[in-house]
């Protein structure tokens, strides 16, 4: 399974980006996806989460209405749109794939290597 996480990069606050997430090697339709992101010396945390038929949606609370997680099951992709980014948002954004679309970081039974993404003020 390879989860290949792409679309970091640096942008001022109020700036948007849009990550991009290729899974291969898994039945990509059958799983959960979801977004994660860790801080420099901060725990990893949750962002956004979408079930494996892309119905259900979940968002952390520091995103919600800020972030849009979306998925194209045809290509095995799935998105993060980030808008009104803020400094606080800088941090190596992960995706992952499990069997649920979960909060939790043991949910995920796959991990990308992530991407970066810097706000400045």
């Known amino acids: 399974v390879q989860l290949q996480a792409s679309g970091g990069g640096s942008v001022q606050t109020g700036g948007s980006l849009r990550l991009s997430c290729a899974a291969s090697?898994?039945?990509?339709?059958?799983?959960?996806m979801g977004w994660f992101r860790q801080a420099p010396g901060k725990e990893r945390e949750f962002i956004a989460a979408i079930s494996a038929s892309g119905m259900t949606e979940t968002y952390g609370n520091s995103v919600q209405g800020r972030f849009t997680i979306s998925r194209v099951n045809a290509q095995n992709m799935v998105y993060l749109q980030m808008n009104s980014l803020k400094p606080e948002d800088t941090a190596v954004y992960y995706c992952?794939?499990?069997?649920?679309?979960?909060?939790?970081?043991?949910?995920?039974?796959?991990w990308g290597q992530g991407t970066q993404v810097t706000v400045s003020s």
């Open positions: 992952a794939a499990g069997g649920r679309a979960g909060v939790s970081r043991s949910e995920y039974d796959y």
């Open positions: 090697g898994l039945t990509f339709s059958s799983y959960a």
